[in-house]
C-alpha cells in the first residue's frame, strides 16, 4: 500500500492519537529503516529509545523465532524459564532483589506507584501516600503516571486527577527539601529528563533525592524508562551518579522492541507486594522475555557495546557543540551517552521535517527541542552525516 493510501486508511479506521510524520516503515536493519517506496532513513531516534541494539538484531529476531515456536504465553498462574531468568540477569547487574514484569512505561511506572503507596501504610499507616515528581517530568498515560507527570499538557481534560501527587522544579534540591515531608511515601524522578527536553539531573541533585529520602523515611524511585539498558553509555544511568535507588522502572530499551516493562526494587521495598496485590495477564511472558534476555546478553557479553554508547555520545556531543560555535541559531547541546537534546531559536518541528526529507530520523519534545537517540551501535561516520546535515537544515531555515 502506498503511503497516502495507508494515511487515508489510517485516518479512518485509527483514533486520532498521535501527530505522525507522512512516513511509512517497512523493514529495519541495524541503524537503517526503509518506506513503502523503497527509501533509506538513518534512524537516529530508534522508535524512541527502544531498538538500542538497533532493527531486527539477528539475536534478538533469532531468540523471539524460538521463543513463538515454543511457547508464547502462560500466564502468571504458572511458572516459565524465560521471566525467571531475565528477573535474575537483571538482580544480578543492578542494585535490585526483586523484578515484577509487565508491558509498558506507565504500567512500570504504576507498579512502581502502587508498591510505594502499599509500602509506606505499612510502614506508617495510610496517612503517607504521597509521591513528589518533578516539574516537567514524563512517567506514561495512565491516569496515575500522568499525574506524576509535571506536563499540564498530558493531564488537561482528564480531571478529576488522583490524589497525593506534587511536583517541585527538576535539580531544585531546596525545593524538594521543602516538599518531602512525613507524608511522603517516595520521590520519583528521571536520571535524565527524556521527553522534558534532554535535561540531565545534576549530581548534587540525585544525592540530595537520596539523601532527602532515607531522612525522611520515604523510598527513592528512579523512572529509567528511557535511560536505562545502556542508553546513557551505562547498563543503567543511576551508575553516573554514585547512588543506587530503592526502586526502579525499566520499559523502552529492555526488549529491543517488543513490549516489556518492568519494576525492579529492593527486598525491603519489595515485600510491600504479596500474592494478589498486583498483577498483569501479559506480564513477563515467555516471549518478550526471551527477546530481553537476548538483549542483555548482547550487552552483558560484548563488553565493548556500553564503552562504544558512551563515546560514541561525547562524539556526538563534541560534534553539536561545534556547531552550536558556528550556528547562532543552536542555544543548547546536552546530553548523556546517546540520549541527546539540541535546543534551537528555530522551530524543532519544521527541523525534524527538514532532516526527513534528507533521509534522517529524529524528533521534538516540543516546539525548540530535537532529540536524538539512535541505536547504541551508530558509527561514527553515520554521526558525522547528521551532525553535517543538521548544519545545513538550520542554514537553509535560516
Ligand atoms: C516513554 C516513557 C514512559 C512511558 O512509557 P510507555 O511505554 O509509553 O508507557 C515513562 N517514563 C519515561 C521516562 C519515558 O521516557
Redesign the pocket.
Known amino acids: 500500500m502506498l503511503t497516502e493510501e495507508l494515511m487515508q486508511d489510517a485516518r479512518k479506521y485509527l483514533m486520532d492519537t498521535y501527530a505522525r510524520y507522512p512516513l511509512a516503515l517497512v523493514r529495519g536493519h541495524g541503524t537503517k529503516v526503509y518506506d513503502v517506496e523503497g527509501r533509506e532513513y538513518l534512524d537516529f531516534l530508534a522508535g ?2 527502544v531498538n538500542v541494539l538497533g532493527h531486527c538484531h539477528p539475536k534478538v529476531t533469532l531468540a523471539l523465532q524460538q521463543q513463538a515456536q515454543q511457547l508464547i504465553h502462560t500466564s502468571n498462574l504458572f511458572y516459565t524459564e524465560p521471566q525467571v531468568r531475565l528477573a535474575r540477569v537483571l538482580v544480578e547487574h543492578s542494585f535490585a532483589d526483586k523484578v515484577f514484569f509487565c508491558n ?4 512500570a ?1 504504576e507498579a512502581a506507584i502502587k508498591l510505594a503507596r502499599r509500602w509506606a501504610h505499612a510502614k506508617d499507616g495510610a496517612g503517607r501516600y504521597e509521591i513528589v515528581s518533578m516539574v516537567n517530568s ?4 495512565t491516569l496515575a ?1 500522568l499525574t506524576a507527570t509535571g506536563q499540564e499538557k498530558v493531564q488537561k481534560g482528564f480531571e478529576p486527577l488522583p490524589e497525593g501527587f506534587r511536583h517541585v522544579p527538576f535539580n531544585d534540591a531546596a525545593a524538594l527539601s521543602t516538599a518531602v515531608t512525613s507524608r511522603t511515601a517516595a520521590i520519583l524522578v ?1 536520571v535524565v529528563q ?2 522534558g527536553g534532554v535535561q540531565v539531573a545534576t549530581p548534587a541533585f540525585l544525592k540530595a533525592c537520596r539523601d532527602i529520602s532515607r531522612e525522611r523515611g520515604a523510598l527513592l524511585m528512579l ?1 529509567e ?2 535511560t536505562g539498558i545502556g542508553r546513557t553509555g551505562k547498563l543503567f544511568a543511576y551508575e553516573h551518579f554514585g547512588i543506587t535507588p530503592d526502586v526502579m ?1 525499566l ?2 530499551g529492555l526488549g529491543g522492541g517488543v513490549p516489556i ?1 518492568a519494576c525492579l526494587a529492593t527486598d525491603d521495598a519489595a515485600k510491600a507486594f504479596t500474592p494478589g496485590s498486583h498483577a498483569s495477564t501479559f506480564g513477563g511472558n515467555p516471549f518478550v522475555c526471551a527477546a530481553a534476555l537476548a538483549v542483555l546478553e548482547v550487552i552483558l557479553e560484548d563488553k565493548d557495546i556500553l564503552g562504544q554508547c558512551a563515546r560514541s555520545g561525547e562524539y556526538f556531543l563534541k560534534g553539536l557543540q561545534e556547531l552550536r560555535g558556528r550556528c547562532p541559531a543552536v542555544t543548547a547541546v546536552r546530553g548523556l551517552g546517546l540520549l541527546i537534546g539540541v535546543e534551537v531559536a528555530l522551530d524543532a518541528r519544521e527541523l525534524v521535517h527538514d532532516l526527513r526529507k534528507r533521509g534522517i530520523l529524529a524528533n521534538a519534545t516540543s516546539e525548540h527541542v530535537l532529540r536524538f537517540a539512535p541505536p547504541l551501535v551508530v558509527t561514527t561516520a553515520e554521526i558525522d552525516r547528521v551532525v553535517a546535515t543538521l548544519g545545513d537544515v538550520i542554514e537553509a531555515r535560516r
Open positions: 524512541i529509545a509498558s512505561g506507565a504500567e511506572n514524563f512517567h506514561g498515560r503516571t528521571e527524556g521527553e523512572d524508562v528511557q522502572t520499559a523502552k516493562g
